[in-house]
């Protein structure tokens, strides 16, 4: 009886929605959402619009810088919950400014059924973005962004084992694999050889973010090609990229076989120079590409029926 399924899925294209994120600051978009109230709104509007997938941050509800506080996000966890049916994929990556046990607070109160995973240690600089604006919302976002010359974002092989133990042994959680260079890929490969986590693994490619990848199609040519090699049938892959090469190469994802993820923590953009006005309007605009070019969007079911995610009866929100 499961063939058939796996059959009929392989129209599917899981689109995820990165909802706020940790990169944009409030000055960059007013569609960025800050507040709990803001998140769940804005969260369950691209459920609704297609995205299957809910990767999720939190923000200080008073300024919008990011926040691991794990009482922020029970204050729209459970909201987003009991309006849709959407997989929440919770950070582990949090910001470059948390330590681990920060980053790992939220996720081990709520046990998603899924968590993104970093798969390296990498420099992640975010300061040529402030040269693009005179006036800001708050204080501490011109801060923020300047002194990302000097972030190194730690995400060691222990820490990464870790991270396994405790919310893939321990909660039953899956994994986005975020790769920000192909030197990622053969990391997970090693941490698959480990034994730290079961195929089918998920890969999130990302390209266009200073420290890693170009986002060059070149490139994606060639992370898919390696991640071919590694993991043979035994991956789903994903590609998200930063700005106004989110859309491109979303597309380009689509027609080699892979999934996508679009939202304001990846760009504020919805066009070249144009704001965009909410993660729905992404999502849209995405689900509208790939039905045009012959795919399906899978729904949250699908995704965890392609993902062997543990199902969302089973999180603690």
Not at 26 to 55: F, K, N, R
Request: with cysteine; charged share 20%; aromatic share 8%.
């Amino acid at each position: 009886m499961a063939e058939p399924a796996v059959r009929n899925l392989s129209n599917k294209v899981i689109i995820s929605c990165a909802v706020t994120g940790s990169i944009h600051t409030p000055t960059m978009s007013d569609a960025l959402p800050i507040t709990p109230d803001q998140i769940a709104v804005s969260a369950i509007e691209a459920a609704q619009a297609g995205a299957a997938i809910l990767h999720l941050h939190a923000r200080d509800p008073v300024d919008g810088r990011p926040t691991p506080d794990p009482k922020v996000f029970m204050r729209f966890l459970p909201r987003i919950k009991d309006a849709c049916d959407a997989v929440v994929n919770i950070t582990t990556g949090g910001s470059v400014k948390m330590t681990l046990d920060e980053r790992l607070a939220a996720p081990l109160a709520a046990s998603p059924e899924m968590c993104s995973m970093n798969m390296g240690t990498m420099n992640f600089a975010l300061y040529p973005m402030a040269a693009r604006y005179k006036q800001w919302k708050y204080d501490w976002e011109e801060p923020y962004l300047l002194q990302s010359d000097d972030n190194i974002f730690r995400n060691t092989f222990r820490d990464i084992e870790r991270i396994s133990k405790t919310l893939g042994d321990g909660h039953g959680v899956k994994f986005e694999h975020e790769c920000y260079d192909v030197g990622h890929l053969y990391n997970l490969a090693h941490c698959l050889e480990r034994g730290m986590f079961k195929a089918p693994v998920f890969l999130q490619i990302i390209f266009g973010i200073l420290g890693g990848i170009g986002a060059d199609i070149d490139n994606l040519m060639f992370m898919k090609k390696t991640a071919d090699k590694l993991f043979g049938d035994q991956y789903r892959w994903s590609v998200l990229a930063a700005g106004r090469n989110q859309m491109p190469f979303c597309a380009h994802s689509a027609m080699m076989g892979g999934h996508m993820r679009v939202g304001l923590e990846d760009s504020v953009f919805i066009s070249r120079g144009k704001l965009a006005t909410s993660n729905a309007q992404q999502v849209t605009k995405i689900r509208r590409i790939i039905e045009e070019i012959g795919y399906e969007a899978a729904t949250p079911d699908e995704a965890r029926l392609m993902l062997g995610l543990k199902g969302r009866a089973h999180v603690k929100f």
